[in-house]
T-cell receptor
Framework: GQQVMQIPQYQHVQEGEDFTTYCNSS?????IQWYKQRPGGHPVFLIQ?????EVKKQKRLTFQFGEAKKNSSLHITATQTTDVGTYFC??????????FGSGTQLTVLP | DAGVIQSPRHEVTEMGQEVTLRCKPI?????LFWYRQTMMRGLELLIY????????DSGMPEDRFSAKMPNASFSTLKIQPSEPRDSAVYFC?????????FGPGTRLLVL
């Protein structure tokens, strides 16, 4: 299946600072999804990107899909304590299965 | 809809015992996925079903693991016999299109 590398593994920020996590693939992706998992919780779907160069925003969250469809990023502006959790990218396989990145665990210090 | 339902939420058992995890997908969803999450290995896909038929079980770690989906509203993941290294959070997820909806998970501890 497709593999995707996600960095960084951990990120600690002060509340109000920005945060970015990156996913990279050696192959062209058909699409990429992003999920958030709160501590002790389960992954929750955030967004799916399909088009080359696509940029989507959800309030303080900005998602980008690279022009070559081999990388993607999630940027959070002015983090809040409610942003704490692990952010995963996920790529689709030949059917509807997903391969998840290793995740970036975000800690927001008040 | 209540979302994906999993039971039990927590399970503590002794090595060698049989463990059965249960999942009720969202009504109308045609795909069901079983995942295992650990600190060391992250979120791993174990097996998935389409219209109750197992499609790919290549992620199942050993023959000790088995999964069934007897109907569209119920699936089980069984570990027999269980071992301490099976301790993990097991998630069930279902989908109708490409978005997957996860259940709350079963936290399994094998002593």
């Amino acid at each position: 299946g497709q593999q995707v590398m996600q960095i960084p593994q951990y990120q600690h920020v002060q509340e109000g600072e920005d945060f970015t996590t990156y996913c990279n693939s050696s192959t062209t992706l058909s699409n990429i999804q992003w999920y958030k998992q709160r501590p002790g919780g389960h992954p929750v779907f955030l967004i799916q990107l399909v088009k080359s160069g696509e940029v989507k925003k959800q309030k303080r969250l900005t998602f980008q899909f690279g022009e070559a469809k081999k990388n993607s990023s999630l940027h959070i502006t002015a983090t809040q304590t409610t942003d704490v959790g692990t952010y995963f990218c996920a790529v689709s396989g030949s059917a509807r299965q997903l391969t998840f990145g290793s995740g970036t665990q975000l800690t927001v210090l008040p | 809809d209540a979302g994906v339902i999993q039971s039990p939420r927590h399970e503590v058992t002794e090595m060698g015992q049989e463990v059965t995890l249960r999942c009720k997908p969202i009504s109308g969803h045609d795909y069901l996925f079983w995942y295992r999450q650990t600190m060391m290995r992250g979120l791993e896909l174990l097996i998935y079903f389409n219209n109750n038929v197992p499609i790919d079980d290549s992620g199942m770690p050993e023959d000790r693991f088995s999964a069934k989906m007897p109907n569209a509203s119920f699936s089980t993941l069984k570990i027999q016999p269980s071992e301490p290294r099976d301790s993990a959070v097991y998630f069930c997820a279902s989908s109708l299109e490409e978005t997957q909806y996860f259940g709350p998970g079963t936290r399994l501890l094998v002593l």
